[in-house]
């Protein structure tokens, strides 16, 4: 005889959805034109996301993007880089957006977001607090500003301890914590002799040690003028309530209603970014789905270390992924968890 089942007892939590959004880093165009080209549901995102776009970058002398990424020749990360003042900025905007609507339209609709540093810009615009036109005019204005933040980033294969200690023995007194993205990696930010000072002494101790393809400095404290210059500069543009809560590394937790949001984003040019409490704190509820916006996968190899202990939550990147099931994410939650990849 079959035992009749609990009514009693209590259901397990359906899985929360969280879109993940990073930061600036290397740029590379070929997983973003690889989904559009073959993804259908990405196009189409791509399309309404950059016609928006390019009707605000115009303005600032960025020559459309829309058509270059949906064409047939499209534009290397290198060449973005080298076009006029914020043109990589509006295309990692543009693609985070991109991603965010696409996984929408395929049933991937996040109940909470986590943004780290500039992808703070297109989570809070995702969550509508900006219009896809006030965030362009936020992004190309920041660029303006990182352009004067002068120095470099270096990623270190070390938890924030030893990253710390690095800096002391190189004597780099100038280089700072800008971002701890898991136990086991971590950013730094300042001037770039001193990068490179704290580089070898990792590589004397066998840590490693790349150089972010950056230009400037952010999550640094000397960059307070540029930091108040910024605030003012986006103090024009008015947000409206989210309708997803967003999580920010910077600020430590989610935005509430009280929240000064335009110095929040002036915020991640002169304080750290630390992610897995607030990677922790998005997936409190239990069994999760963490899908990352951005091009590459740090944020998905950080939110599998942090959260390695966890059962029921999953990270993935689609734009990493080739074969990301885009017709039903969802069904990544039945599946189970990918090994932790190796920094590259």
């Not at 073959?38 to 009707?55: K, L, Q, S, W």
């Not at 972010?212 to 947000?239: K, N």
Request: aromatic fraction near 4%.
């Amino acid at each position: 005889m079959s035992r009749a089942p609990d009514r009693g007892a209590p259901s397990a939590p359906p899985p929360v959805v969280v879109h993940m959004f990073p930061g600036q880093g290397d740029f590379s165009v070929t997983p973003l034109v690889r989904a559009v080209r073959t993804r259908p549901v990405v196009r189409a995102a791509a399309a309404e996301v950059f016609a928006r776009i390019d009707e605000v970058s115009d303005g600032y002398g960025i020559p459309a993007l829309g058509p270059a990424l949906l064409g047939d020749r499209p534009p290397s990360g290198r060449e973005l880089a080298a076009g006029p003042v914020g043109t990589p900025q509006v295309a990692l905007f543009g693609a985070a957006l991109t991603v965010h609507r696409a996984l929408c339209a395929a049933g991937a609709v996040p109940e909470r977001m986590v943004a780290v540093s500039f992808g703070e810009i297109a989570a809070l615009t995702a969550a509508g607090v900006w219009s896809p036109a006030d965030g362009t005019h936020i992004a190309c204005r920041l660029s303006r500003y990182l352009a004067h933040c002068r120095g470099g980033m270096t990623l270190l294969a070390a938890g924030e301890s030893e990253a710390r200690r690095l800096i002391d023995t190189a004597g780099s007194r100038r280089t700072v914590v800008a971002c701890v993205n898991d136990p086991d990696t971590t950013v730094l930010s300042g001037p770039s002799l001193e990068l490179r000072q704290v580089e070898r002494c990792a590589g004397d101790r066998g840590v490693g040690a790349a150089p972010l393809r950056l230009s400037f400095a952010s999550h640094h404290p000397s960059l307070t003028a540029e930091a108040e210059g910024f605030a003012a500069a986006i103090r024009t543009l008015t947000p409206r309530p989210a309708h997803t809560m967003v999580y920010s590394a910077v600020h430590g937790g989610p935005y509430g209603k009280t929240d000064d949001l335009h110095q929040a984003l002036a915020d991640c040019l002169t304080r750290p970014a630390r992610l897995p409490r607030v990677l922790a704190r998005a997936t409190d509820a239990g069994p999760a789905l963490l899908l990352e916006t951005g091009i590459g996968e740090t944020l998905t190899r950080s939110a599998r270390r942090v959260l390695s202990q966890r059962e029921g939550v999953r990270a993935h990147s689609p734009l990493a992924d080739p074969d990301f099931p885009w017709d039903r994410p969802r069904r990544l939650l039945l599946t189970d968890a990918p090994r932790q990849g190796a920094i590259t």
